[in-house]
């Protein structure tokens, strides 16, 4: 097989682990000697060996002189994990085929330096753009050290999130609330605003055929209104973190946390997105799954504190002047303001339509 294939396979494997490596980077690895594939690897969980080390430990003698893939420059740090660098070098490895370079400020480029002192053939760039599609979530956050924010909403073909009696059930069908769930696996925290834990005291859990991972609950509760016996307080099935507003008294916060719950006070008698999103980059939140309502996601419309949106239509007209859109608060008073997005992909899911969309540079 061609290079291109191999690092194709090693792509392959780490993208059935996005989601479960956070908060490292999913990565793929594979060990070729005289045209056979000896070893393959790839990164299961944080704190877990790296997928070099499961690759060459599968290919045992046959490391030596053989040819390694990664999907990800190989770290050179002690972090949980003694740096895979200095195992390719000690297995003789002699081509080292990497796709893409760590945007890990510690990592970047030390690892390929490493390689190249210690004599071995390296190639870097092989199928980068698929690569670095793998931890679009980890590459941001490397790079700004606040989350990557998704926006997720879900409405008729007239824009309603509700009728204007707040009944919502079901608008989208099976198939594009099973979607959701997929993006609750790969998100660290999923977000909404105490509105939406009032009005459908949601579980915010990840429900997939075969499991998936729960995301943190965040629930954006300026005045701490969220009722003690909501499903995210009392469920015990995913952490439960409450952000309020420098309002709060210390005895009710108490009260929250003897049940479990995080309760966070932004030093504001608000809360600002921008001050949220730093407070969760400050305690290792990634990505964060915005999935509303209508006030929480127009308060991060107003901030333009997104980088992608997925929308969902249902072909179903809710009409009313008073029944809910997708975006409240006060949006924009001039078109020419308004941020602009490219749409990346348009396709039917079930009866419904899902459109992914990516905030364009101005
Ligand atoms: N009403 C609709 C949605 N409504 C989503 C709500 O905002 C809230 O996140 C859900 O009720 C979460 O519930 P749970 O976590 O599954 O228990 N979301 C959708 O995708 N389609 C709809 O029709
Ligand atoms: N998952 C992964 C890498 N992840 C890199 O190593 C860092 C985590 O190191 P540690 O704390 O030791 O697990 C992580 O932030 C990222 O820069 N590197 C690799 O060579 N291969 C892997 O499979
Ligand atoms: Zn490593």
Redesign the pocket.
């Known amino acids: 097989m061609t290079d291109k294939e191999y690092m194709a396979l090693a792509i392959s494997l780490a993208q059935k682990t996005i989601g479960q490596?956070s908060p490292?980077?999913a990565?793929g690895a594979v060990v070729v000697k005289d045209g056979r594939i000896v070893g393959l690897g790839t990164?299961l969980k944080?704190?877990e060996p790296?997928?070099?080390v499961h690759a060459l430990h599968m290919a045992g003698e046959n490391a030596k002189g053989s040819t390694i893939y990664v999907t990800?420059e190989?770290?050179s740090h002690f972090?949980?994990?003694p740096p895979?660098a200095n195992l390719i070098i000690e297995k003789q490895v002699k081509r080292c085929v990497i796709a893409s370079v760590?945007s890990?400020p510690i990592?970047t480029n030390n690892g390929i330096a490493r390689l190249k002192e210690a004599g071995i053939d390296v190639e870097v760039g092989l199928l980068k753009e698929e690569a670095e599609a793998l931890n679009p979530y980890f590459n941001f956050y490397q790079i700004y050290k606040r989350p990557f924010v998704t926006l997720k909403t879900a409405t008729s073909l007239d824009g309603k999130i509700a009728t204007y009696s707040g009944d919502s059930k079901w608008i989208t069908g099976k198939e594009a609330r099973e979607d959701v769930h997929k993006y609750r696996h790969e998100h660290d925290a999923i977000l909404v605003g105490v509105g939406t834990v009032l009005a459908d005291d949601p579980s915010l859990t990840c429900r997939v055929p075969n499991g998936g991972i729960n995301p943190i609950r965040i629930i954006l509760d300026t005045s701490l209104r969220t009722p003690k016996t909501a499903k995210v307080v009392t469920d015990n099935e995913a952490p439960t973190w409450i952000i309020v507003g420098s309002g709060v008294l210390d005895e009710k916060k108490q009260e929250f946390e003897k049940l479990g719950v995080k309760v966070i006070i932004i030093k504001e008698p608000t809360i600002s997105i921008s001050e949220l999103l730093k407070t969760l980059g400050e305690n290792g939140i990634q990505s964060l799954f915005v999935e509303g309502g209508a006030k929480v996601n127009g308060s991060f419309l107003e901030a333009k504190a997104f980088q992608q949106v997925i929308t969902y239509i249902a072909p179903k007209l809710i009409g009313g002047s008073n029944a809910p859109t997708s975006f409240a608060g006060t949006g924009f008073e001039n078109i020419k303001g308004v941020p602009l997005l490219k749409v990346k992909s348009v396709e039917k899911i079930g009866d419904d339509i899902k459109i992914v969309s990516l905030p364009k540079e101005r």
């Open positions: 490596t490292n980077p990565v990164h944080a704190g790296h997928a070099e990800l190989p770290c972090g949980k994990t895979c760590d890990n990592v």
